[in-house]
C-alpha cells in the first residue's frame, strides 16, 4: 500500500490546496491558533528568531507569525503549488521554503526556536507518525517552543479521507506523545473548531492548538 506521504506528495497536495487556496487567502490574523501563539509566546519574542511551520501550506500563516515575532520562517510542505505561491510573494520574513514530508525534515539539528504542525498529523501515514515525531523534536532546539494545532475528539478517531481513496484521516491529541515520552512541558491548550470560537461538544469537529516547551 503506498505511503500516505507519497500521495500527497505525487498530487493531493497540490489538489488539497487547489481547493482550499481561495479559503486561505482570505484568511487573516484573527484565527484562533496564531492569536494563541501570539499571545501566550510573546514574553518570549527577544529568544524567537527562527520558526519552522510543518504542512505550511502557502506560508501565510507563516509569515504572520515571522512578522509578529520579527523572526525568519522556514517551512515544508508537499504541495509544489503551495511553495510556489509562498515563494511568488517575495516575502522578506520568509527564508527557506521546501516540498517534502513530516518525517524527513531537511533542516539541521536545534535550529529553530520554535516547530509549529500546522494541521497535518491527521493525514501522516502511521508507519512514519513516530519519524515526524523525531524529526520536529530534533530540529527544535532546548528552550524552544512545539506546537500542535489538529484535531483533537478526546478518544481517537480514524476516518475516510473522502478526496482520494486508500488515504486515511486520523484524529487524536497529538500533542501527548511530546509530553508523556519526551518531557515536554505543556504550557497551554485552546479548543476550538472550524465553526465554533469555543469548545465544540462534537469530537469530530473539535480542534486544539497546543503549545509545549522543550
Known sequence: ME??????LSGEGDEWFSRNSTKLANNNSRQIDLLEIESVLAPFKNDINRILEIGC???LKLEFLAKKFEAVGSGIDPSL????????RKSKLL??????????LDFASD???IVVFGFCLYLQDRSSLLSAFNEADRVLRKGGFLVVTDFDPGTPKEN???HTSGVKSFKQDYAKYFIDELGYYLVSKRSFS?????FDINPDERVSTQILFK
Do not use: C, M, P, V
Not at 95 to 104: F, N, V
Open 160 to 162: 475516510l479521507y473522502t
Open 57 to 59: 501550506s502557502n506560508a
Open 81 to 88: 503549488l503551495a511553495i510556489n505561491n509562498a515563494k511568488n
Open 111 to 113: 535550529e529553530f526556536d
Open 194 to 198: 472550524h465553526r465554533l470560537n469555543g
Open 3 to 8: 505511503n500516505q506521504g507519497d500521495i500527497f
Open 95 to 104: 527564508g527557506s521554503l521546501k516540498i517534502g514530508l513530516a518525517d524527513r
